[in-house]
């Protein structure tokens, strides 16, 4: 084959495989792999974590899952033109690397590419920390829509042309080029579905645990849009997508549901989007087209939306008829003058009436916090403590607290000190010199939420506890997170690797 994306291992914080350790199937590699057949290129693609979810070894303070580096250079055709690497999440670093200095080592004349996963909260900007893949031996990197510098650099590349006589374009950036713009496609509903044969599936199902909360046996990650138009702080989105949302249209969203339905007999869709929900009219329009197809799915949005964006009850009951089934906001603080700081408008009353109608019309819903950003203090924790119970009291199903860590791309990147690797920007940062009392906080909160969960709705967490102990079928991730936390110390242990 002539062209080989390799996604990495997945890598566990051993102190905190609760909070660590989420999977995410690489929605953005497939649709690469994608639009690298829609251009008849020959690809290939080596899932080093999805071949082998169970094997485990240690590296430094990590877990890491997946086959062995060795098995990787093995799979490695002698025919390859070029090699891409992909930078899914922040706290897989460590494994990139390895990866890339084994093949590098191995192939010394391979040209090696890292393709930037603009779509994730939970990964990087590559342009700040570029200078770390090429001293380890990438010849390139592709950032933004990986479908437009990536084809551009790929089809060059396989036509027998060197990197180096290649043209400057947007998306791709060498050790002779810093300044490149984001490859950006002009038309999303012009790319193919993702390539999700190329993909040990059956694996990723096997675990009963995603992302998002898995309820069926089966489940797809979707990509419904690009981009965010807000301009949080703390989030690398602003950098790796520019503040542009893009829409594909609800046709196509559709069609792709529906495709694999019939291709992968999958009925339930997990919607990675950072805001799907952006366009009301479109959010509408897709939910019309699913209910006039009278296709029998789930959906989730798991990986967040903001809430003001759903306009109303009518756009929440037809969500809820047309198979959504959980929905995740961001309200981030409850002190307004933090929400200020980070750059971050929530409206709370929005909010209470949106969860009214989730909770009406059966929508399981997620609110998630951050901490730690700089200039809070308790008395700001103390309001955020405030708004989950007001929250829990309007019947928000449960909540996620993070603290906060400077993602490359972030503001808060260039002022971050006292780390060791990239691998340790996770949201269990401890490293940082208050690490001790925002872990204490959050392990409080987690246990204050619970209480006045079973309090105002007893019914609640009885289901929850049915989900996780006997059905292993989750309709939350607080079911979700404890059983996956169970199987990753389980493998530890077997091992001899978790503490």
């Known amino acids: 084959m002539s062209i080989l994306l390799i996604n990495p291992h997945l890598v566990i914080q051993r102190n905190d495989p609760m909070t660590t350790g989420v999977v995410y199937m690489p929605v953005a590699l497939a649709s690469f792999a994608a639009a690298l057949r829609q251009k008849n290129l020959d690809v290939g693609v080596i899932d080093a974590f999805g071949l082998a979810p169970h094997h485990a070894r240690i590296q430094e303070k990590f877990l890491v899952l997946g086959i062995d580096t060795d098995q990787i250079l093995q799979g490695i055709p002698q025919e390859s033109r070029c090699i891409f690497l992909f930078a899914n999440q922040v706290i897989n670093h460590l494994s990139l690397v390895a990866i890339l200095q084994a093949i590098k080592q191995r192939f010394p004349n391979a040209v090696l590419g ?30 933004g829509d990986l479908e437009a510098g990536g084809i551009t650099v790929a089809q060059w590349l396989v036509n027998g042309n060197s990197l180096a006589s290649m043209p400057e374009c947007s998306g791709i950036l060498t050790p002779d080029r810093r300044n490149a713009s984001r490859g950006e496609v002009p038309d999303l509903d012009s790319l193919a579905s993702p390539a999700w044969d190329l993909f040990p599936l059956e694996n990723y199902w ?65 919607i990675e989007d950072l805001n799907p929900t952006v366009s009301d009219k479109r959010i509408r329009e897709i939910c019309a087209q699913i209910i006039e197809r009278k296709l029998k799915i789930s959906w989730k949005i798991v990986a967040g939306t903001k809430v003001e964006s759903i306009k109303d009850g009518t756009t929440v009951r037809m969500m809820a008829q ?41 929508i399981r819903s997620q609110a998630c916090f951050v901490i730690g950003f700089p200039g809070e203090g308790p008395v700001e924790r103390q309001k955020s403590r405030q708004l989950v119970h007001t929250l829990t009291r309007a019947g928000v199903d449960e909540i996620a607290i993070f603290i906060i860590t400077p993602t490359p791309g972030s503001e808060l990147f260039a002022q971050a000190t006292g780390f060791d690797s990239l691998s340790d920007l996770n949201f269990t940062p401890v490293w ?57 110390k389980w493998i530890g242990l077997k091992h001899g690797f978790m503490r």
Not at 334 to 342: I, K, Q, R, T
């Open 206 to 270: 096997s675990l009963r645990f995603g992302h998002g909360p898995q309820t069926s046996g089966r489940y797809l990650p979707l990509m419904t849009s690009r981009g965010c138009p807000y301009p949080c702080r703390f989030c690398v989105a602003p950098s790796t997508t520019g503040r542009r949302w893009r829409g594909r249209s609800a046709q196509v969203v559709v069609d792709e549901m529906a495709f694999f339905v019939e291709k992968f007999q999958v009925h339930e869709f997990h």
């Open 432 to 488: 940082r010199t208050d690490y001790a009392a925002l872990n204490q906080f959050r392990k409080t909160l987690y246990l204050a939420f619970l209480l006045w969960k079973l309090r105002y709705f007893p019914f609640k967490i009885l289901r929850q506890a049915f989900n996780f102990f006997v059905r292993r079928r989750f309709e939350t991730k607080m079911e979700m997170i404890p059983y996956r936390a169970l199987v990753w």
């Open 114 to 143: 890292i393709l930037e996963n603009s779509q994730a909260v939970t990964a990087y900007a590559l342009t700040p920390v570029v200078d770390e893949f090429f001293t380890h031996g990438a010849d390139f990197a592709v950032i």
């Open 322 to 362: 047309a198979g959504c089934e959980y929905v995740s906001i961001s309200p981030e603080s409850g002190a307004p003058e933090m929400l200020a700081a980070m750059n971050k408008p929530f409206k709370l009353n929005h909010a209470m009436e949106i969860i009214h109608h989730m909770n009406l019309n059966g």
